[in-house]
């Protein structure tokens, strides 16, 4: 009788671990909550590839618009075009980025070099600048982080999810009081996102500036 009560203790135990066990299937299905959530809050409109296009590769702001990429599910707002020049073919430079990075899953503020503003997961951290090196080739960007928050917090890997927005804003240096540097809001998937992002299928919410570094 000890011995069968032991067997079904031990079999309940099994069953409840089974339970408890999230696939990848059930961890994707949460992060799609997350972001439907997380649009829904923020009264993001969603506009297709074909909208973005029709419209010259704008963002409605005063409608919070946001074009979701296809090939990528990221989703895209361009907040600031930027000055100087888009990057040509056979280029290669150095980006300044400051940005912003917001856990969509856990509703944290998790990353932030933003001017003075840095910290990580609420600690206060000290500013160093975020140096992307980049490269265009054949209407293909590759980058790598060579110092910064992001490079100190996960690597030299640039998240794919972060060069979308390269072929559509310009990159220069303000040379004038009317110039602005480029910014832009991303929604970016796990899949798109650092080595943090796609282990533990987190997505994440950017605000992002760039400019050339000299």
Not at 12 to 36: P, Q
Not at 91 to 116: G, Q, Y
Request: with cysteine; hydrophobic share 35%; aromatic share 10%.
């Amino acid at each position: 009788m000890k011995k069968l009560l032991f067997i079904l203790i031990a079999f309940s135990a099994v069953l409840a671990s089974c339970n408890d066990y999230e696939t990848y299937g059930d961890k994707k299905e949460k992060e799609r909550n997350a972001v439907a959530k997380f649009i829904a809050d923020s009264s993001i409109v969603v506009i297709s590839e074909d909208a973005f296009n029709q419209q010259g590769h704008t963002t409605n702001l005063s409608r919070n618009e946001f074009v979701k990429l296809d090939k990528t599910g990221v989703y895209m707002q361009i907040v600031r075009e930027g000055c100087g020049t888009k990057l040509e073919d056979g280029e290669n430079t150095n980006l300044v980025c400051r940005f912003e990075e917001f856990d969509i899953m856990n509703d944290t503020l998790s990353l932030c070099n933003n001017r003075n503003n840095l910290t990580y997961y609420g600690k206060n951290l000290t500013a160093i600048p975020d140096i992307m090196k980049i490269s265009r080739t054949s209407g293909s960007y590759t980058a790598s982080f060579t110092s910064g928050m992001m490079y100190s917090v996960y690597g030299a890997t640039v998240p794919a999810g972060w060069l979308v927005a390269l072929p559509y804003i310009k990159v220069g240096r303000p040379q004038s009081a009317d110039e602005e540097y480029a910014k832009i809001r991303l929604i970016v998937p796990h899949s798109q996102g650092h080595a943090n992002a796609s282990s533990n299928v987190i997505p994440y919410y950017y605000v992002i500036t760039f400019q050339r570094e000299s």
